[in-house]
């Protein structure tokens, strides 16, 4: 009967580890190069990605869920890249019950060249609206749900009006938000803006290497929920 009861122990003790869905092949490569760079994360942003994967189990552990919502001014760029790999990451290690939302200070749109930088990593994106704020649909792969992208406040109805965290990944948004209403807890990781190399010849090589960060950063974070 005790070695029953250990048996029972030892399963129950794997539940959270890595199942891996079928992903785009071009996206799976890509995962597993972000995840042989774990150790090029900082200290100090591994303690706040820390914060969120916590949050996030406590969360998944009392309801079985958890809603996190990426914050940046314009919602165009890196709230975008950071909702789409956070939900990625969650497919990636088989944690269910994981929504990911972003929204701006104000809305503007996905910006196409971080549109094109998810198209490079291995995302299929299919635009499914004109005008100046196109509604696009992310895939990761044939048989996991398409990811709703388009630029919003982060007051919309489409994310979630409390309960959730917020997750600031800029430096602009995060000091003219000192609190996010609705938010149950509130964690700062900016990223640098790519913006800043639009029109240069940088330009898709910083909007890259802004997507492998973000890539890397949300795997690493969903690694530590299970841990």
Known sequence: MK???ILVLA?????TTHAAPAFNPRLANYIETSRAEFELIPAERQRELKKIALYARTQLGTSGAVNL??????NSRRSHMSQ?????????????GVSTYSGGTEATAF???AVAAISRAGFDVEQQSEGANPLYAVSAGPNLPAMTAF???YQDPANPQENFCAVMTCSEADKNCPTVDGASFRVAIPYEDPKAFD??????????ERCRQISREMLWLFSQIGA
């Open 3 to 5: 070695r029953l009861l």
């Open 11 to 15: 399963l129950i003790g794997t539940t």
């Open 69 to 74: 919502t990426f914050i940046c001014t314009h």
């Open 84 to 96: 789409l790999w956070a939900q990625t990451a969650a497919s990636y290690f088989g944690i269910v």
């Open 111 to 113: 910006n196409p060249r």
């Open 151 to 153: 630029s919003k406040r």
């Open 199 to 208: 029109g240069t010849p940088l330009e898709a090589v910083k909007y890259d």
